[in-house]
């Protein structure tokens, strides 16, 4: 059975203290919860990775990195590698997520690389993707995301897949306030899951945990979570706050 997952990407937010100080009321909060199935993952900004993983190594929480450089190592000032990030412990990576897209460069082609040496690095890839809303307001977003998929994963071989996360995060989402709605996420994931089934097969389809991304709160997360599609979600806003951010792990 594939595994829910709740993800906090803390994107550009919070000091060495003010990280410690969430992760560790997280770790206290999950502690007490049966979590068999659920995953529960948080993304701090690359400062303060060894830090927070000091403070989640007995829990069950994990830590991610909200992106990495592709090339293996070399000239790049003010990069970092998958070996990095492997070196700290590390087991994950978000990659392609649409402000790395938008406001860094990225490229579908950038993105494929980087996918690749996260996976050569035995990194699990969170991958991100969604379209702009001139793209939903045109009807294109089905078109939009399955390119999105195809250039970044489409090169990998099936059994790659094990270590590969979906998140479809809609740009017009995105710290907005406005969520698409449960229909409208399950519309999508279920488009999702049908292409990767079609280019892979039905396993690699069902196995493949897809989560739902923007403005995600604990006012909306169980009604979006209970899509059969839905496997949980990647949070910014709602993720910054323990007592919220603990909220949406319940939200399954
Ligand atoms: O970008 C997101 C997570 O990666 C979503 O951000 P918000 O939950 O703040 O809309």
């Known amino acids: 059975m594939r595994k829910q997952i709740v993800a906090g990407n803390w994107k550009m937010n919070k000091t060495v203290q003010e990280s410690t100080q969430l ?11 049966s979590l068999n199935n659920t995953r529960v ?13 000091k403070v989640t190594e007995s829990s069950i929480v994990e830590v ?19 070996e990095m990030l492997t070196s700290l412990g590390l087991k994950t990576v978000i990659l392609g997520h649409s402000e790395r897209r938008e406001y860094f460069g990225e490229t579908d082609a950038i993105l494929a690389e980087k996918v690749d040496a996260a996976l050569a ?33 489409f090169h990998l071989e099936a059994t790659a897949w094990k270590n590969i996360v979906l998140a479809y995060e809609p740009v017009w989402a995105i710290g907005t306030g406005e969520t698409a ?13 049908k292409i ?26 169980k009604e979006i979570f209970s899509k059969q599609d839905v ?22």
């Open 23 to 33: 992760a560790d009321e997280i770790v206290s909060n999950v502690k007490d919860l």
């Open 41 to 53: 993952i948080i993304a701090p900004t690359f400062v303060n990775l060894s830090e927070v993983i």
């Open 64 to 82: 991610a990195a909200q992106n990495m450089h592709q090339a293996k190592s070399g000239a790049y000032t003010g990069e970092i590698s998958a």
């Open 121 to 153: 690095n035995d990194l699990e890839v969170i991958f991100c993707f969604g379209e702009v809303l001139e793209d939903r307001k045109a009807g294109n977003h089905f078109n939009v995301v399955e390119s999105q998929i195809k250039n970044g994963l």
């Open 181 to 193: 709605s449960p229909e409208q996420a399950q519309e999508m994931h279920a488009f999702i899951r």
């Open 196 to 221: 990767v089934a079609d280019k892979y097969n039905q396993e690699v389809a069902d196995n493949v945990s897809i989560l739902y991304g923007g403005s995600v709160n604990p006012g909306n997360a």
């Open 231 to 252: 496997d949980g979600g990647l949070i910014g806003g709602a993720a910054l706050k323990a007592d919220s951010f603990i909220s949406l792990v319940k939200s399954f």
